[in-house]
Each structure stands twice: as structure tokens, then as C-alpha cells.
């Protein structure tokens, strides 16, 4: 059996999106922050609608293959936890955190990057500080994200230092119910796009800020405010958005036998507290 998939990588001011459907139907969203000057794209929100086990997670990995460019491939960064859906109602969503945490670390090394994850295990033993001075890109852009716990805490507390900061999410809920993932590129896949726009010179008054050199233009679109708007306002309704007729399609074939029938995972130790019982207190 074979399916075929059409993505769609739109671009919003510093906002992507990655839009696929399958058999014209919507199958997944993608919603990417990016932040050019250190490189780094920060991972907003993932929903799948695919009913197809491993499908979603096989369409996510080409997609972010194709979206950089050889050579100067930006930091990711993740904050993994389970949320809600918002723009597409989710089929069996993972719901425990350390395995979501590991679900995304299979994807960032299937795509060629090394992963580090910063729990409350790490904040609380002072790894975090080796972690963070590993990936240079994202410690700047910490402070200015909006829905992650270091950011979130920084603008609080202005005046903590990194080491108060991880104080203050140890008696907080952020790094329990989620992982911060930082990930940098360790290889090049072999189905990254190459840059074949031949280097020109460029006036520093004409480029734009938020022109990212990382990005693949080839396959990027921009689109308007309202445009967005009606596109994510049909994923809601599971309908596909006239607007998307004349944008171009980034098209998949893909065959069923290709789709891993288990989504790699990392092993975890998950415990279970028993609750006593009459029995147990008895002396």
C-alpha cells in the first residue's frame, strides 16, 4: 500500500509551519519558531492526525531533512511535554513524558543531531550548566522564548542567575511533567538539500532580519496573516483551505513496508508505587 503525502512549508514573520496531508486529507502540523542570528529553530507544537502507526513521525523526519540547508544546519530545541491539541484532534497521543521525551530524541538523531535532555534531574544535579555551555545558539535565545519553563523563569526573575533559575523550576512542575531537549548536528543526512543558488553578494541595508541562511528557500512560501489564519482554522475543521490550491507542495510517496511498525523508543525505568493496603500495615 502506498500513501501519498503533500507538505507544505509556510513562513509567518519568525513563525513555520509544516502542514502534510495525506491523500488530500490533513494528517499533520508542524509549528516552528525561528531565530536567525544564533541558529536555532525552537520546536513550538507537533499534532498528527494519522491513523497510520509511524507515519506522522516518517513525514516529520523528511520534512526537517529538507528544510535546512548543507552545512549550516541551525540548533533545535525542544520542550517536550504532553499537551492538548489545538488545530487537529490527535489519534493516540503519547502521554507519558519521559517517553515522548524519547519519542522526540529518535527523530532529532534519525535527522543527523546529538541530543542532550535537561530534566529535574539534571537541573538538580548541576549538569544543566555543561548542557547549556554545549549549545551556544540556544543559551541566547533563553529569555525570549514564550511557552518554555528557562524563559518563563527568566522573565519572572530578571535579575537570577542561571543557577537560581534552575532553583526556582526544581519546586515548580515544568521539569517533571516535560523535558527541555538541546540538540546540535553531529552529520549531515544523505538527503539533506544542498544550496544551488550560487553565492552573491549582499548589501547589509537590503537583507531582511529575518532572512534565515539556514533555511531551504526553495521549498519555503510566505503567507499572510489571514492566510494562516483560514489555513489553521480548516485544519480545525479537518477540511482542506482553498488558499493552499495555489502554493507549492513538497510531494511523498510512501510506501507502507518502508513505515517502521514500532516507533523507535529509548528504554525508561517507570515505577509504580503500590498503595498499602491493611495487610502491609499490619505489624
Keep these: 500500500m502506498e500513501y501519498s503525502v503533500e507538505s507544505l512549508f509556510l513562513q509567518r514573520d519568525k513563525h513555520l509551519y509544516i502542514i502534510s496531508y495525506v491523500d488530500g486529507a490533513p494528517m499533520s502540523v508542524c509549528v516552528i519558531c525561528v531565530y536567525p542570528k544564533p541558529n536555532v529553530i525552537y520546536i513550538k507544537r507537533f499534532e498528527s492526525a494519522s491513523k497510520v502507526r509511524g507515519l506522522s513521525r516518517m513525514v516529520l523526519i523528511e520534512s526537517l531533512k529538507r528544510l535546512f540547508i548543507h552545512g549550516n544546519r541551525p540548533e533545535i530545541y525542544v520542550y517536550s511535554r504532553p499537551i492538548g491539541s489545538k488545530y487537529i484532534h490527535t489519534e493516540r497521543p503519547i502521554s507519558h513524558s519521559m517517553q515522548l ?13 546529538s541530543t ?16 547549556i555551555s554545549e549549545h551556544k545558539g540556544i543559551a541566547q535565545c533563553l529569555g525570549k522564548i514564550i511557552d518554555e519553563p528557562i524563559s518563563r523563569a527568566m522573565r519572572h526573575a530578571p535579575e537570577s542567575s542561571l543557577d537560581e533559575i534552575m532553583v ?21 543526512p544523505s538527503t539533506i538539500i544542498v544550496q544551488k543558488t550560487p553565492e552573491k553578494s ?3 541595508k537590503e537583507e531582511s532580519a529575518d532572512k534565515c541562511s539556514f533555511l531551504n528557500q526553495e521549498i519555503m512560501q510566505s503567507v499572510t496573516r489571514d492566510e494562516i489564519l483560514k489555513i489553521l482554522k480548516d485544519l480545525q475543521n479537518g477540511t482542506t483551505s482553498e488558499e493552499l490550491s495555489h502554493m507549492k507542495k513538497v510531494q511523498q510517496i510512501i510506501k507502507s513496508s518502508s513505515i517502521p511498525k514500532k516507533e523507535p523508543i529509548k528504554p525508561f525505568k517507570l515505577t509504580i508505587k503500590r498503595p498499602k493496603t491493611r495487610q502491609d500495615e499490619q505489624p
Aim: one cysteine or more.
Design 116 to 131: 542532550m535532555r535537561l530534566t529535574h534531574k539534571e537541573a538538580k544535579s548541576k549538569e544543566f550548566k555543561n548542557i
Design 168 to 188: 526556582i523550576l526544581c519546586s515548580s512542575r515544568d521539569l517533571t511533567s516535560g523535558s527541555l531537549i538541546f540538540s546540535k548536528p553531529s552529520e549531515e
Design 202 to 204: 549582499k548589501d547589509k
Design 101 to 113: 521525551c524519547a519519542y522526540w530524541e529518535s527523530i532529532l538523531t534519525e535527522i543527523g543531531y
